[in-house]
T-cell receptor, first 111, second 112 residues
Framework: GEDVEQSLFLSVREGDSSVINCTYTDSSSTYLYWYKQEPGAGLQLLTYIFSNMDMKQDQRLTVLLNKKDKHLSLRIADTQTGDSAIYFCAERSGGSYIPTFGRGTSLIVHP | KAGVTQTPRYLIKTRGQQVTLSCSPISGHRSVSWYQQTPGQGLQFLFEYFSETQRNKGNFPGRFSGRQFSNSRSEMNVSTLELGDSALYLC???????????FGQGTRLTVV
């Protein structure tokens, strides 16, 4: 079945850039998402990208998609302590209503 | 615009009991999905409803069931609770034809 892989942890210094990586296996993926989950909360949709796009930028967030390698990344510029959370990558094919989620990357931002 | 609302936020139940969780989607959203989140298994899809019909179902036992009402509000029910059912249950709603899904804050279920 489809699979989405992420590294479990990332630690960065406040003010640096963070890059969270994700790989997926479904070649028919149409939509790719990044969600953020803070402790005790639900998932917050940060951004998503269509598979026919290479890049999407939204303020401090930049999403890069390499469709050939099935690799998605989320770059957070000027990372702040408030960015500390778990970040989930997800993909969905056009024929499905249900996204497949990765296990999440725990981002730790230290002073 | 109000977000996805899940009630209750926290619940403690005893093994063998049953529980009902509620989800009110964003106004205008007709698709409601349910997920179970545990540290060991991550986010697992339970089921998805659209216009009162179950459109997709995940790989969970029949003890897990759901329904959707004409106003798009959804409930999920877990019968004969087991310790392993302790989890954060998340609901998400989507507008018609859109790519996005918006999640509620979740219901934290603890089975003792």
């Amino acid at each position: 079945g489809e699979d989405v892989e992420q590294s479990l942890f990332l630690s960065v210094r406040e003010g640096d850039s963070s890059v969270i990586n994700c790989t997926y296996t479904d070649s028919s993926s149409t939509y790719l998402y990044w969600y953020k989950q803070e402790p005790g909360a639900g998932l917050q949709l940060l951004t998503y990208i269509f598979s026919n796009m290479d890049m999407k930028q939204d303020q401090r967030l930049t999403v890069l998609l390499n469709k050939k390698d099935k690799h998605l990344s989320l770059r957070i510029a000027d990372t702040q302590t408030g960015d500390s959370a778990i970040y989930f990558c997800a993909e969905r094919s056009g024929g499905s209503y249900i996204p497949t989620f990765g296990r999440g990357t725990s981002l730790i931002v230290h002073p | 615009k109000a977000g996805v609302t899940q009630t209750p936020r926290y619940l403690i139940k005893t093994r063998g009991q049953q529980v009902t969780l509620s989800c009110s989607p964003i106004s205008g959203h007709r698709s409601v999905s349910w997920y179970q989140q545990t540290p060991g298994q991550g986010l697992q899809f339970l089921f998805e409803y659209f216009s009162e019909t179950q459109r997709n179902k995940g790989n969970f036992p029949g003890r897990f069931s759901g329904r959707q009402f004409s106003n798009s509000r959804s409930e999920m029910n877990v019968s004969t609770l087991e310790l392993g059912d302790s989890a954060l249950y998340l609901c998400a709603s989507s507008p018609p034809g859109a790519a996005e899904a918006f999640f509620g804050q979740g219901t934290r279920l603890t089975v003792v």
